[in-house]
């Protein structure tokens, strides 16, 4: 039986049959479910029923809603080999890339490119004047920049004085960046405008790289010993706050690693997304999120691939196809169960 559902995305209703039993039926958008899906929460529902039929005292949490053959497959699923985390950070397997590869693309951004030497040299000259600013392990530093190819190096920058970097969204009210700065403990935040954040709205230097250009221009550009190991962290991302005060999580350098490494097979195959634009193969992925330097570098440029930046035209269209007026309308489906 299809029915047409608009109210909500799935739905039960229950049917009495004349031999005393009881029948429910599901409703659900085809747009959102699958069939397969909704038998499988038909039957998880059913698993519930029959044993708090069975123990109507039985607390809720203390029944097991999978089959005996899901139960099964799990723990098969889950009793796979065990992979040590590797002692290693984003900043020794890009410098790996560097040196195999120093003249192929890094990155793509408004036309011009950066190959993978002038990529770490930018990001070594920046990195000198960051620790002359206390940037080390065990601190913050925050990057209030646009989504650019000076977004990378920074990043790249901060990671390499074993500092974690913490995203700050200069579209963002000041109220916002400054109490997200200040809770993170950020000693230092790197500005890609004058305007971008000023030094009265956070408890921390700003640095306005633009107006630093021919200091930067002096200092070496070598590769200096990483002082990070895989258990510093590597950047603090912050959640939206829409149902409270933001918080902010912090990842290692070993836990960026060891997620990579678990999916670079389909990274190289062209289904694994990152930050902002970026090619592998030469397919193209698209992120609103432009932060996720750490894991952009082992999907992307550890293989020696390519980022390439997109122009927010193509990230607007995306958002206008999301809320065309049908875009989440469908046909619902309704399905029958015994209980």
Request: proline share 6%; with cysteine; charged share 20%.
């Amino acid at each position: 039986m299809i029915r047409e559902f608009e109210k909500k995305p799935i739905g039960r209703y229950l049917i009495d049959r004349n031999d005393g039993g009881s029948q429910i039926g599901i409703e659900y958008n085809s747009d959102l479910f699958d069939a397969s899906s909704i038998i499988g929460f038909a039957g998880h529902y059913r698993e519930l029923v029959r044993k708090l039929t069975a123990a109507p005292d039985a607390a809720l949490d203390s029944v097991d809603m999978l089959t005996a053959a899901e139960r099964h497959d799990l723990i098969r699923v889950g009793s796979g080999p065990s992979r040590p985390v590797r002692d290693t950070t984003i900043v020794a397997g890009f410098e790996a890339q560097v040196r195999r590869a120093p003249q192929a693309t890094a990155l793509i951004c408004s036309g011009s490119e950066m190959t993978y030497g002038e990529l770490n040299q930018a990001a070594n000259r920046l990195a000198v004047l960051l620790r002359e600013h206390g940037a080390k392990p065990g601190t913050t530093v925050g990057i209030c920049q646009p989504r650019r190819a000076d977004l990378v190096v920074s990043m790249l920058a901060v990671l390499k004085t074993g500092a974690a970097y913490l995203p700050l969204d200069p579209a963002h009210p000041a109220a916002r960046v400054a109490m997200i700065a200040a809770d993170a403990g950020a000693v230092l935040i790197l500005a890609g405008a004058a305007d971008a954040i000023s030094s009265a709205d956070v408890d921390a230097p700003v640095l306005v790289l633009p107006e630093l250009a021919d200091q930067l221009a002096a200092l070496p550009g070598d590769d200096a010993p990483s002082p990070a190991s895989s258990r510093d962290d590597a950047y603090v991302i912050y959640t939206s706050g829409s149902t409270g005060q933001p918080k902010g999580v912090a990842i290692e350098h070993g836990e960026v690693g060891a997620q990579a490494r678990s999916e670079i097979a389909g990274a190289l195959l062209g289904v694994s997304e990152s930050c902002g634009i970026y090619r592998v193969h030469r397919q193209r992925f698209v992120r609103r999120q432009p932060f996720d330097f750490p894991m952009m570098v082992d999907r992307g440029l550890h293989p020696g691939q390519w980022i390439q930046f997109a122009d927010r035209r193509i990230g607007a269209a995306a958002q206008r196809r999301a809320r065309a007026p049908n875009a989440c309308k469908g046909v619902h489906r309704s399905r029958s169960f015994d209980t």
